[in-house]
């Protein structure tokens, strides 16, 4: 474990400042709002995928080795590998992750995903075909040691090419990164480096569960500019615990001093499995200890505005670009436009053809299938034309504009009339505007478009929010 390398940055005045523990935070956390839509509560509001999670079933989980022994898939494919291992938990945190795990035990895990990768590769659906995209996520990428990132990516590269990707994403924490290590970063052919930062200040950092403080991340990024990845990405996370529009003002500004290819933003929300929560069950809490979503859209408009004036473009709910002509976010975008993805390791998501699947979300019975020779697949869900129509309408909205020609041209569908009601809805409130072809979100729509994207979702569905 790497130790604090300076004493936490506290500002006297600051509110919030003498919360000296994350349940001291909840238990002084206010009142449920008036309005409960204001106020943050427990539960999942990102919308990341359609259907929902929770319709995918352990029963159609066998229907994706149908799929995979099927024609040769014709749509841009994607590999993502998911790499569990951090050296914290974070307080808002509900991924997969482990912090207790030794080297031994990191390797067997890499050596079964390397496992499952060929045999993904021997799947007649898959032959053949190279990655337009790549992707590290976790946990923490970053973690892992330079053998272990070589062996890894080495091994990938001989199953699944990607000499031709257009984007090597990979997610790195700041306080696991030496000179060394994202010189071997840079040498695997990484074009975006995703640093999450989340906040510059140590107070804040340490009241939410995070490894690193800001001398760790000022360090990475300096050294990251110097090695020129094509791509640096900071990741900024507004409303944590004890956050103040103040710090935030300063977050805000420290990020463009930097001068970052782009800028991921997201509203703090409090899942059920994190940390933060179980404190909140304990204080009988049901309001967490963060800011309110009106809080949140305020701070993040003032950092789309903020960099705005510094030259950067907003390009989604959550992203700012400072060379839009340059600057991609191809695992993204290529994902919502309905590409393949060839997702492995514990508890990671995937995508075929319309079938979407999950893995087994425990290390133990993941590792375990892939001794067997079998595809660690626990849940899935196959998609009817309908809902794939659904699904990339909801999502490509978050990019804040969407064409109907676009998809009129791709599914026979004009959706100014399959939408008619709620773009009716959404307009007639100020979040949406239709001018001939374009379906255009206000920015006070595009602030809070996870939220209003229910409307669009099919009726047995929609009992799924927030949850």
Same mark, same amino acid.
């Given at each position: ?24 935070? $909840? =238990? ?8 409960? +839509? &204001? ?17 995918? !079933? ?9 799929? #995979? ?25 509900? /991924? ?8 031994? *035990? ?22 053949? @075909? ?20 070589? *062996? ?11 000499? *031709? ?16 290590? #994202? ?17 510059? +200040? ?15 991340? %000022? ?6 500019? *110097? ?31 930097? !001068? ?8 703090? &929300? ?19 200890? $963060? ?13 789309? +505005? ?25 695992? =993204? ?15 990671? /998501?995937? %995508? /075929? ?23 660690? $697949? ?17 999502? =490509? ?19 100014? &009339? ?7 809805? #959404? !307009? ?31 009726? !047995?569905? =929609?009992?799924? @929010?927030?949850?």
């Amino acid at each position: 474990m790497v130790p604090d390398p300076s004493p936490v940055d506290a500002v006297p005045d600051r509110p919030g400042a003498q919360h000296a523990s994350l349940g001291d935070a $909840v =238990r002084g956390a206010p009142s449920p709002s008036a309005d409960p +839509d &204001e106020a943050t509560g427990a539960g999942n509001y990102f919308v990341a995928n359609y259907p929902p999670f929770s319709f995918w !079933q352990r029963e159609q989980a066998g229907r994706v080795e149908s799929v #995979l022994e099927g024609p040769r898939g014709e749509a841009d494919l994607g590999v993502y590998f998911h790499i569990p291992f951090c050296r914290k938990r974070c307080h808002f945190c509900y /991924f997969r992750v482990y912090t207790d795990r030794n080297a031994a *035990e990191i390797n067997g895990y890499l050596q079964a995903g390397l496992r499952e990768f060929r045999l993904y590769a021997g799947k007649t659906y898959l032959a053949g @075909r190279k990655p337009k995209f790549v992707y590290f996520g976790g946990g923490t990428p970053s973690y892992l040691s330079v053998a272990q990132l070589t *062996e890894l990516t080495t091994g990938m590269r001989d199953l699944f090419p990607w000499d *031709e990707a257009e984007e090597v994403a990979f997610e790195a924490e700041p306080g696991t990164l030496t000179e060394k290590k #994202l010189e071997a970063i840079r040498n695997l052919g990484i074009t975006r480096l995703s640093l999450g930062v989340e906040n510059f +200040d140590d107070h804040i950092l340490e009241l939410n569960g995070r490894a690193h403080r800001s001398k760790e991340l %000022h360090r990475a990024i300096a050294v990251a500019k *110097e090695l020129a990845f094509p791509q640096i990405n900071i990741d900024l996370i507004a409303g944590m615990v004890d956050e103040t529009e103040e710090n935030w003002k300063r977050c805000v500004e420290q990020a463009i001093a930097y !001068q970052p290819e782009s800028v991921t933003i997201y509203q703090m &929300e409090v899942p059920y499995n994190t940390t933060i929560y179980q404190e909140m069950k304990a204080a009988g809490q049901l309001t967490a200890p $963060v800011a309110g979503w009106a809080t949140k859209r305020q701070w993040v408009s003032y950092a789309f +505005d903020a960099f705005e004036a510094a030259g950067y473009t907003v390009t989604s709910a959550t992203t700012v670009v400072k060379d839009p002509a340059k600057t991609k976010f191809v695992y =993204r975008d290529s994902l919502w436009a309905g590409a393949d993805l060839l997702s492995a390791g514990v508890a990671s /998501f995937g %995508h /075929f053809a319309g079938m979407h699947y999950q893995n087994n979300a425990d290390i133990g019975p993941y590792m375990m299938a892939l001794d067997e020779g079998k595809l660690p $697949v626990y849940r899935a869900y196959q998609t009817n034309a309908d809902e794939r129509l659904l699904r990339e309408f909801i999502l =490509r909205l978050k990019l804040g504009r969407v064409t109907a020609s676009y998809y009129l041209a791709k599914y026979g569908v004009d959706p100014r &009339e399959r939408f008619a009601q709620p773009l009716a809805y #959404l !307009q007639s409130e100020g979040f949406l505007s239709l001018a001939g072809d374009e379906i255009s979100l206000s920015r006070e729509g595009l602030l809070q478009v996870d939220r209003l994207l229910h409307e669009f979702f099919l009726p !047995q569905h =929609r009992h799924a @929010r927030y949850t």
